[in-house]
């Protein structure tokens, strides 16, 4: 008797699994972002990574889902170490908090830097910041600057 209802249980756990709702993800779809950057413009925000997404949208939600459905892969900013907001445009870091992991380090920036570049100096010279302690401390963001084709912190 014992045996009917392990093989009942065993039953029922398989047909559980292959009805479940939960998909995995296509690992060689993903996108692994290292660095996002986040602006306004007219009232537009736009996120663009390093790996050449982008995305509009009147939100940050708005633009990353934009991002999303134009993306070559599966958009992952779980994986994002370094967001640069535009000068201006801080208010929108309200609006990110939910999106990116609170350790995401946190810098500002005049203009776009070239992504790629960036993401090399920041491996280098991590921004001083992150989410988590921006969002809790209210601090001065540091500033990213390019000097002479280099990248350099504004004290």
Not at 4 to 24: R, V
Not at 83 to 95: D, R
Request: proline share 5%; aromatic share 10%.
């Amino acid at each position: 008797m014992k045996r009917w209802f392990l093989y009942l249980a065993l039953l029922a756990a398989a047909a559980f699994l292959t009805i479940s709702p939960f998909q995995g993800s296509d690992v060689a779809k993903l996108l692994p972002i290292e660095t996002v950057w986040l602006a306004q413009e007219k009232g537009t925000v736009s996120l663009k990574t390093d790996t050449g997404d982008l995305g509009r949208g009147e939100t940050v939600a708005a633009a990353l889902q934009d991002m999303k459905e134009s993306a070559s892969g599966t958009v992952f900013l779980d994986t994002a170490d370094y967001l640069i907001v535009e000068k201006g445009s801080e208010e929108l870091l309200t609006q990110i908090y939910h999106i990116l992991r609170p350790s995401c380090m946190v810098c500002i920036a005049e203009n776009m830097p070239d992504l790629e570049q960036v993401t090399a100096y920041f491996n280098a010279h991590e921004p001083p910041m992150t989410l988590r302690r921006f969002q809790n401390g209210g601090e001065k963001l540091p500033i990213l600057t390019k000097q002479e084709g280099r990248f350099k912190w504004l004290e």
